[in-house]
């Protein structure tokens, strides 16, 4: 079975910076894209970014671009996100996700189960 650990969650000031990590097991990880979603609570599940199974192509979604970024270590069988200039808006639960294959526009086949990020003075 496949297992997704987010870590790295918690409270930090507007403008602020924040590192998420996912930890990996149970799956051959460089053989797989992976992405991170968040939800608002009350909202829906929004797509944040993606990283394919080398590390050397990625996409964010327009409201983190240029602020957020992932990235992965195969070695460590590790996904992270570095959060920087962090808003309000930005608080969210962010969820580690993998996908079915090569590219993060495949099937999404398993998620963590959350860590809490909360932007806040």
């Known amino acids: 079975q496949v297992h997704l650990v987010e870590s790295g969650g918690g409270l930090v000031l507007p403008g602020g910076s924040l590192r998420l990590s996912c930890a990996a097991s149970?799956?051959?990880?460089?053989?797989?894209?992976m992405s991170w979603v968040r939800q608002v609570l009350g909202k829906g599940l929004e797509w944040v970014s993606g990283i394919n199974t080398d590390g050397d192509n990625t996409s964010y979604a327009d409201s983190v671009k240029g602020r957020f970024t992932i990235s992965r270590d195969n070695a460590k069988n590790t996904l992270y996100l570095q959060m920087a200039s962090l808003k309000p808006e930005d608080t969210a639960v962010y969820y580690c996700?993998?996908?079915?294959?090569?590219?993060?526009?495949?099937?999404?086949?398993?998620w963590g189960q959350g860590t809490l990020v909360t932007v806040s003075s």
């Open positions: 996700v993998k996908s079915k294959g090569g590219s993060w526009t495949n099937p999404l086949d398993a």
């Open positions: 149970g799956f051959t990880f460089s053989s797989s894209a």
